[in-house]
């Protein structure tokens, strides 16, 4: 695929971006991880960036792997010097508004199973307890 077929796309996969821009793809995802505004569209468990999101990757690329700056660091750069044309940064209320990476009901269930746990288990040592004095 030549750089003007990327050009005119609207979404691009994990791999054309690893591909364009020489990243490993799990360095995109963890830059996803830690980056806000770093979001692309996920459909049937795929990732689908916009240009708005090449055009960020493409300027952390340049700030952490050609200049030296930290993750951190060239995220603080980033917000100094503007954003690239056509990004945002989210709103304090959109990153709040994010599903948790575990769901209340699953958090319930985990905790009352470690609940049932120690109730069977304090069960036991008050059992061999009772039986001490007999």
């Not at 690893?18 to 793809?25: A, E, H, I, V, W």
């Amino acid at each position: 695929m030549t750089s003007t077929a990327f050009a005119e796309k609207k979404y691009y996969t994990i791999g054309e971006i690893s591909q364009l821009t020489g990243l490993k793809p799990h360095v995109l995802r963890y830059w996803e991880q830690m980056i806000p505004i770093l979001e692309p569209t996920k459909r049937s468990g795929r990732r689908y960036y916009q240009r708005q999101d090449l055009q960020v990757i493409l300027e952390l690329d340049r700030l952490i792997n050609h200049e030296g700056h930290t993750l951190s660091g060239a995220l603080t750069k980033i917000k100094a010097q503007g954003l690239p044309e056509g990004v945002a940064l989210p709103t304090k209320s959109a990153i709040r508004g994010k599903k948790p990476q575990v769901s209340l009901e699953k958090l319930e269930a985990s905790l009352k199973l470690l609940l049932r746990k120690i109730q069977r288990h304090n069960l036991a040592t008050i059992s061999r307890w009772d039986n001490i004095g007999t």
